[in-house]
């Protein structure tokens, strides 16, 4: 099972601290979640809030909102692009402000944290095997209870500190008209040895797949990693 033991601060991004309200269980969902090694996937954790009543009807106009300071950084203008992108595939159209039904901002973030890892290993394993390091010959496993020969080796608890980085997206939708806000959206998730900027793409588009989602419902997106997406 995971368990987050720490984090050793904020940062990326704007939008101060934030927290992850559940873990996933399981090495094999860990592996799912990396995108350094050989993870085919990445995991968003995605929820979405709208005002009752509203509808994703045309005209889908928007421009992006931010201070004068945010406009200047060059992270920043990069993900509106990502977003644009993504905005444009569903229909919404960039124009100025003074044009735009929907005023759109965004505030990202990414902390470092420790999750910790208890799993069963079995000596048929090549990592905790008998050569592995973790095995019998290697540096890590201690001494079993029946000696060195292979098959006397029963299963194991591993416990391992893997270091990871938690990433945070939240988009909104004001209405330009009436400076209320009408919908929103927050996706989260961790890799490890990531960083917000490699894991932005994920999080736009999951945060925008079935849009616009259900109000209030939890859910998990489930993206193939591809190095070129944006």
Known sequence: MWQRIGRAGSGGGIGGNWTFGRLACGLVLLGALLLSGCASTVVTDVT?????GWQNEAPRT????????QAAELDRQTYEEWLASTLAGLGFEQVPAKQARYRVSMEYDSAPGIVRVAETVYPGDPWYGPWGPYGPYGFYRPWGPWGWGPGYWPPQTVVRDVPVTFASLRVY????????????VTAQNQSEGGNVAAMMPYLIRSAFT?????????????????????
Do not use: C, I, N
């Not at 079935?210 to 944006?230: H, N, W, Y």
């Open 48 to 52: 979405a809030f709208r005002q009752p």
């Open 62 to 69: 928007y421009s992006f909102e931010h201070s004068a300071a």
């Open 173 to 184: 939708f004001k209405d330009a008209a009436t400076g209320q806000r009408v919908y929103q």
């Open 210 to 230: 079935d849009f616009p989602a259900e109000s209030g419902r939890p859910r998990q997106v489930t993206l193939t990693v591809d190095k070129d997406a944006k």
